[in-house]
């Protein structure tokens, strides 16, 4: 039997072909794999980072605003998973509900029962005693307070993501809406539990809202403070710690504000 050597040579050249053709392929193939995983990674680095600064400004809020307000000082903790073990879906879950799967501040919380209305709380204690008025005072400031330290958490997060991105940072690009971008949806839910016993008027507290919200907007805007959260959350991203309690914390936002100022305006200028 006699083989056509044209033929076959053809049939050689067609077999090499499709063997390059599929080599090609699959290192193609491999790279582009390389490349989403690497991607992939660093995409999930940045994540770790928002949720780093979003916790360090809910724990920049407790510590420094509360002391600002002179009020005082209250016991909280910093509770995260270690860094290294953070799942995509771990990330997923906080983007979409800022589930604490990753971290949370526990504690920290002024008022921890609210009243059904603080309107009647407040006539039932001072009809009976006008001393009671400077107690109603301080449960308000108290009230503010808790408040907007839930609003510094997404803010301080926002604000991040804009340095990063190299974007402003201002009340029209980041509003109340959109703090559900940045794991906000929680402490906004929150935040309104507090005002359902402030008012049952709903206008009255979509302003007390606004209000509060830009308090904690000028708060995270503030050099000082934001140079206090930047530092925190960096320590946080380092640390090989899974719980930070609130002396610690309190230790390096303290350091780092007094740190500013020195810098701002040095002994002997």
């Given at each position: 039997?006699?083989?056509?050597?044209?033929?076959?040579?053809?049939?050689?050249?067609?077999?090499?072909i499709a063997l390059f053709v599929h080599y090609k392929v699959m290192v193609v193939t491999m790279k582009r794999n390389k490349i989403i995983e690497i991607l992939?990674?660093?995409?999930?680095?940045?994540?770790?980072k928002r949720v780093a600064f979003h916790e360090a400004g809910h724990?920049?809020?407790i510590h420094l605003n509360n002391k600002a307000r002179q009020l005082p000082p209250i016991f909280f903790k910093i509770m995260f998973k270690d860094m290294s073990e953070v799942t995509?879906?771990?990330?997923?879950?906080?983007?979409?509900?800022?589930?604490?799967?990753?971290?949370?501040?526990?504690?920290g919380r002024l008022i921890e029962l609210l009243p059904p209305?603080?309107?009647?709380?407040?006539?039932?204690?001072?009809?009976?005693?006008?001393?009671?008025?400077?107690?109603?005072?301080?449960?308000?400031?108290?009230?503010e307070a808790d408040i907007v330290n839930l609003l510094i958490g997404p803010l301080a997060e926002a604000k991040y993501v804009a340095d990063t991105d190299n974007e402003p940072f201002n009340r029209q690009i980041v509003n109340l809406k959109a703090l559900k971008n940045y794991g906000g949806s929680s402490d906004l839910a929150l935040?309104?539990?507090?005002?359902?016993?402030?008012?049952?008027?709903?206008?009255?507290?979509?302003?007390?809202?606004?209000e509060l919200f830009g308090l904690a907007f000028d708060f995270v805007n503030t050099d000082a403070n934001w140079v206090a959260i930047t530092q925190l959350a960096?320590?946080?991203?380092d640390s090989s710690k899974n719980i930070l309690d609130c002396e610690e914390v309190g230790s390096i936002l303290d350091q780092s504000v007094a740190d500013f100022q020195n810098r701002k305006n040095p002994v002997g200028s």
């Open positions: 039997m006699k083989i056509n050597i044209s033929t076959g040579h053809k049939t050689l050249n067609n077999i090499l992939s990674q660093d995409k999930l680095l940045e994540q770790k724990a920049a809020g995509r879906t771990d990330v997923s879950a906080y983007q979409t509900s800022h589930d604490d799967c990753i971290a949370r501040v526990e504690g209305s603080i309107d009647s709380l407040v006539r039932e204690l001072t009809q009976h005693n006008d001393a009671m008025v400077q107690l109603i005072k301080d449960y308000m400031l108290a009230f935040a309104n539990e507090y005002l359902q016993s402030f008012s049952a008027d709903q206008q009255q507290k979509d302003e007390k809202l606004d960096d320590y946080i991203l």
